[in-house]
């Protein structure tokens, strides 16, 4: 088994940064690619910060990726009744 070293994150992203990633995702009215989401944003902001956004996004069940197009998942009123009413195995 290889052990695979953990970069050091340099900034952590601010609670407006990461709402500001959110909300251009939101409002797009089609699937992004990072680079098109990237060029998107209002404001400019560290590569490795913007990385760890979307991580923190799809972690989070905000976001999925297909391919290389992000999907927006968060607010998806449908989605989230039929998650409750799902039944675990």
């Known amino acids: 088994m ?4 953990q970069k050091s994150i340099l900034h952590y992203p601010r609670l407006d940064t990461i709402l ?4 251009a995702l939101r409002k797009s009215k089609k699937e992004l690619t990072k680079t098109q989401l990237w060029a998107l944003l209002p404001k400019r902001m560290m590569y490795q910060t913007f990385q760890l956004i979307l991580r923190y996004l799809e972690h989070s069940n905000k976001i999925t990726f297909e391919g290389n197009k992000i999907i927006w998942i968060g607010s998806n ?3 989230d009744a039929a998650v409750r009413k799902a039944r675990r195995y």
């Open 2 to 5: 290889q052990v695979q070293k």
């Open 20 to 23: 500001m990633v959110e909300e």
């Open 77 to 79: 009123r449908k989605l």
